[in-house]
């Protein structure tokens, strides 16, 4: 194992990004963890792969965040946080969930194609253009709708969760730092 390591960091050394995120896919097959999950989402960020990027950025923060026993804990966190707030904010799209009272169980959304799970206030990166955002819970469509979002983006999309049977409220595009 240590010696794909080695040919994953000389491959990205050498600009060798497909190769270099291909043998650390393979390795984290076997043992994922912040670092590995960091490296993995630069290489990604650097072959253009925004989305993906930006999801492994923030599973890498949400690992580190839950696991404080963990000893290599700030280059990670610094590199994740720093795609997270790039593939969000200059060049990706984003879906947050906000809420009036606390997430009915269950509650996932489906965008870009991608199942999610529903965590309060935390940005889902989702590429730009013609998305198709729906909220579930338990199964069962609680609403739906389609946007088109500009890089940088942000779609938030309020649940209330206090009721009986959930209900989506207002849905709003907080716009991207450039004027259209």
Known sequence: ??????????????????????LAERIGRTRMGPPLRA????????????????????LCVQELEADAALRVR???????????????NDRGASVVVRGTAALPRGLRVFAAGVWRDASLNEASPTPPGAVSVAAFVQGALCCRRDVNLAPGDQLELE?????????CGRWRIVL?????
């Open 159 to 167: 649940v209330d969760g206090s009721g009986g049977r959930p209900a």
């Open 39 to 58: 490296f993995i989402a630069r290489e990604q960020q650097l072959l253009g792969l925004l989305v993906e990027a930006g999801r492994n950025a923030a």
């Open 74 to 88: 700030a280059e990670p966190r610094e590199t994740c946080q720093r795609i997270v707030r790039e593939t969000r």
């Open 176 to 180: 991207s730092n450039d004027a259209r």
């Open 1 to 22: 194992m240590e010696t794909l390591a080695q040919e994953m960091r000389l491959a990205s050394n050498l600009g060798d990004h497909c190769r270099a995120l291909r």
